[in-house]
């Protein structure tokens, strides 16, 4: 059975860090994207960040670029998100995904076979 597990989500100060982290079991993914997602109260998902299997290639939302780094370790399993510079709009529900492919270019959900159940991240002003 594949799972995957996110924790470090909490309440934080606007200005403040956070880092999420996720480990995947059942399934070795060292040869698939990883991506973190997030969905805020009455929004849809959208993506936030990916790495590529070997690392190489990494893509941020516009609206995350230069204050999120996203990280993996292929010989954990892991993948990590290190939030830095917090907002009031980054409160959301963090979601990691596993892909079908190697890297991801476009961001999108459907790449994506598997995922986490979440973890809320709540940033107050």
């Known amino acids: 059975q594949v799972q995957l597990v996110e924790s470090g989500g909490g309440l934080v100060q606007a200005g403040g860090s956070l880092s999420l982290s996720c480990a995947a079991s059942?399934?070795?993914?060292?040869?698939?994207?990883l991506s973190w997602f997030r969905q805020a109260p009455g929004k849809e998902r959208e993506f936030a960040a990916t790495?590529?299997?070997?690392?190489?290639?990494?893509y941020y939302a516009d609206s995350v670029k230069g204050r999120f780094t996203i990280s993996r370790d292929n010989a954990k399993n892991t993948v990590s998100l290190q939030m830095n510079s917090l907002k009031p709009e980054d409160t959301a529900v963090y979601y990691c995904?596993?892909?079908?492919?190697?890297?991801?270019?476009?961001?999108?959900?459907?790449?994506?076979?598997?995922w986490g159940q979440g973890t809320q991240v709540t940033v107050s002003s």
């Open positions: 995904a596993a892909a079908r492919t190697y890297r991801d270019y476009s961001g999108s959900a459907s790449l994506y076979p598997y």
């Open positions: 790495i590529s299997y070997d690392a190489e290639n990494l």
């Open positions: 059942g399934r070795n993914f060292s040869r698939n994207a």
